[in-house]
């Protein structure tokens, strides 16, 4: 008795990845003994251009293809097959055997059938693996967070250049204590709607599963007060354009809220918020193993400047661990909706700048350095005991949160 075919199974990641790159190789490999077989070297693609009369972006993309490290980085390089077969006849006209261009020819028919299986086009199979963390934007296409960052931006109606998060940290005055200065700030921070009202701060200190820190001192502001002003905003950084924010306590902290106003270049401003919290404890316990920085992002930004600065004395990893974590559902944004289903693939490395104290200067950023020399005349502390390290991502993406954490002593 026949027997019925067994119901298709959803695609495997594994088998995708796979296979694409084992196709995207056999494509490198043949193209690689093409322009042997013609004494052609790929590394220099003006002169194959010249010699084989060719578009000179397409022997570009030819070289790139050829020089991957890996055969999925071709991919965002790799011509259609009207302009691989240009290449391939350019080729055959000067001398390379038949058997060389079919060999290519083949191998682009069989990355074709991969793609065909796993995805359905070119777009959705790089879209694919772009989310799963296996393909690196390419500068000079849009990636997956630029669309979202323009979709938003166009959706939500507000959007900032950058996104700065500094966290210094030194040993506190107690034991078993440290003390942290926390700096956030928007950089060309402006509304695409005149009517858009919109959260740019939260402050809050948590353990690790996500409830209030408490400590004897409690937040401390950066900069002096006076009476009715709006609370943990840096006057002395912000640019004088900036409107008057709007304050909302909270259960667990503050909110500093955006007003409707002015759209465009003539609405935009910089705009920094910060505190000091003095004697969190260091020392581990049961619900508070790790000692972090977060960066929230919730709003459309072009970049994420992300610093930790580091006192000698504060116990911690060369480089400190980094996740993160996405909102798909909406809600909270603590540390107690941060879970391994919701971590997002983050392909960029932190980095630790040089000098003692540490070089913080980016075109990001304008004026990071003053601000880090006043925070350190703020708390009293030797700049040249610290050391600074950075994470910088371009187009984060919109409801997540980007965590550094190290284990405590």
Known sequence: MPTADPPKTLTEPLALVEESRLALQGI?????????????????????????????NLTWKLSRVVGATDPLSALQHLPGQAGLELAVEAFERAGAPSNAGNNVRGAMRSFLNVVKEHAGDREQLELTLESMGMLAPDAASLSGREMAFRGNSSVWGVQARTRLTMMMVAPGAAEWTHDYVMLTGLVGLRRLRPSVRWRLARAQTHDDKGVSLKTDTGMEEIEPKAPGETPLVVHSFCSPSMPTLECRPTADGVEICLPAGQVGNRGAFDCYMGYVYRGIASKPGPDNLWGSAAAPITLPVEELVFDLIVHKNVRMPNLPEVKLYGFPHGGPDGPGAQTQDNELPLPERIVELAGRPPALATPAVPGISKMAAAMYTRMGWNPEDFRGLRLVIRHPPMSSRVVMRWPLA
């Open 28 to 56: 490198r490999g043949a193209l690689i003994d093409l322009f042997d077989a013609v004494g052609a070297d790929p590394r220099e693609p003006q002169e194959v251009a010249r010699r084989f009369d060719l578009n000179r």
